[in-house]
């Protein structure tokens, strides 16, 4: 069965920089497009950046652009997402997931995404 596993999240100060992996086991996803979603207490999930089967193409919101970056490693079956200069407003919980439908056309919807993980907490303090 495939499945997604978060990891990386925790408390940062403002300005500072997080690394979150997404780690697939089971079946490969490496053949599929992959993203990553944030949702906060009280707020719907909002897509944060989205990334092609082999890694040519990358799509992110532009409240993250400049400061996020999306990468993959598809030999470790791992999804990145790499935070910098994080903002107070980053604070959510953070879920990578797969599009097996896809691996070349970018989606910020996430009903478009049939897998996800279980989410990693990302908290930043000002």
């Known amino acids: 069965q495939r499945q997604l596993v978060e990891s990386g999240g925790g408390l940062v100060q403002a300005g500072g920089s997080l690394r979150l992996s997404c780690a697939a086991s089971?079946?490969?996803?490496?053949?599929?497009?992959m993203g990553w979603f944030r949702q906060a207490p009280g707020k719907e999930r909002d897509f944060v950046a989205a990334i092609t089967w082999n890694g040519s193409n990358k799509y992110y919101a532009d409240s993250v652009k400049g400061r996020f970056t999306v990468a993959r490693d598809n030999a470790k079956n791992t999804l990145y997402l790499n935070m910098n200069s994080l903002k107070p407003e980053d604070t959510a919980v953070y879920y990578c997931?797969?599009?097996?439908?896809?691996?070349?056309?970018?989606?910020?919807?996430?009903?478009?995404?049939?897998?996800w993980g279980q989410g990693t907490q990302v908290t930043v303090s000002s």
């Open positions: 997931a797969a599009d097996t439908g896809t691996s070349v056309r970018l989606t910020d919807v996430a009903s478009d995404y049939d897998y």
């Open positions: 089971g079946r490969t996803f490496s053949s599929y497009v």
